[in-house]
């Protein structure tokens, strides 16, 4: 009886503790297994959703623009339709596109994702950064589109463009790449210089206007040229959207961009091979001129004369002078500090320090 009580409490035991094994082991599987789809569902919140996920939530942001003007005398007057693409930005109505995409217009006519056609009113544009605001009247819900951070992009980080290539037959394209490089200077043939990003996502004609989007679904930049030259290939440019924020703000508020402005041009940039033939006592510098009338002439900054620090700060390019101006406020005076060579260059390049008052 002892023996058989003995046995049956060996058996007992036995079996507690497998069952308590696995019951150990199944609660541990279950656990990791709830933490891992608790951090898949995280990094699907943070932004590792599919292309065709992003392409299906930001694609009814994406509009269709078609710019109508005429060209010709009274008696042989022909209408040229151009199309672009634009972002919409908010519930009002707003979208955001490049300025070359509504330049010289005189009708605006904007396709919706549904395929309904809106006429669209000027808001503002802003030639420097190639932007433009226009709206629409708003009948229908439109879905804006989530403006990104663009500085906390990164290299080789994945990107897709979404527009109109070759027209509205095109609509909403999307096209997948990378950031291949952020802070690229452009300078167009007006003169002005951006800092773009730089894609191999296919930024095609008609694309203008439209959308740099991130794994985030969200708008990290607005697509505004492509270099289409021999031996070049994949070369796409986008605005970087922390700018087009700035820009649509003061648009939507003011009609334009408000700047600080000098109000001179830079005539050229000097580096260690210039600042040596003429003897100069730096080694960098902007050469300007100042517009008549303009802050700088007011504060006796004449032609030819040399940028070489604002408000203590080393100035080397064109493009530090413009960026380091932009950074100012209007009404606020900076000191600028030059180098001034002589016209009759009798005597020796002087350095001089003048406080000039930033305009709009």
Not at 227 to 255: H, L, R, T, W
């Amino acid at each position: 009886m002892k023996r058989e009580t003995l046995r049956g409490a060996v058996y007992f035991l036995f079996f507690f503790w497998i069952g308590l094994g696995f019951f150990i082991l199944s609660n541990g599987w279950l656990t990791a297994s709830n933490e891992q789809m608790a951090v898949n569902e995280e990094k699907k919140e943070a932004g590792s959703r599919s292309i065709s996920e992003i392409a299906a939530l930001v694609s009814p942001s994406i509009v269709g623009i078609t710019n109508l003007s005429r060209t010709g005398d009274f008696f042989s007057q022909r209408q040229i339709e151009q199309t672009g693409s634009g972002v919409i930005i908010d519930k009002e109505g707003h979208i955001v596109t490049n300025n070359h995409v509504i330049a010289g217009a005189e009708r605006l006519v904007v396709t919706l994702a549904d395929g309904n056609e809106e006429e669209a009113k000027l808001v503002g544009a802003d030639p420097r950064t190639d932007l433009a605001v226009i709206k629409i009247k708003v009948d229908n819900r439109v879905t804006p589109a989530v403006l990104g951070d663009s500085s906390k992009l990164a290299v080789g980080q994945e990107v897709i463009a979404i527009g109109n290539p070759l027209g509205l037959r095109f609509a909403r394209s999307v096209t997948a790449g990378i950031v291949s490089g952020l802070n690229r200077l452009l300078t167009t043939e007006e003169g002005f210089t951006y800092r773009l990003i730089q894609t191999d996502a296919a930024i095609n004609p008609g694309n203008s206007g439209g959308a740099l989007v991130n794994m985030s679904g969200e708008v990290v930049g607005i697509n505004t040229v492509k270099i289409a030259a021999e031996g070049f290939e994949g070369m796409g440019f986008s605005i970087p959207s922390n700018q087009v924020k700035n820009v649509v703000n003061d648009i939507k508020k003011y009609g334009r961009v408000l700047r600080p402005l000098m109000g001179i041009r830079i005539l050229g940039e000097i580096g260690k091979d210039e600042a040596r033939y003429y003897d100069l006592p730096v080694e960098h510098g902007v050469v300007i001129e100042p517009v008549l009338g303009g802050p700088a002439q007011r504060a006796g900054i004449k032609k030819y004369d040399i940028v070489t620090k604002i408000d203590g700060k080393d100035i080397e390019t064109g493009i530090e002078l413009q960026e380091e101006i932009f950074s100012k406020k209007i009404g606020q005076a900076v000191k600028v500090e030059i180098v001034r060579i002589p016209a009759d260059r009798k005597s020796g390049p002087e350095k001089k320090t003048l406080n000039v008052t930033l305009s709009d």
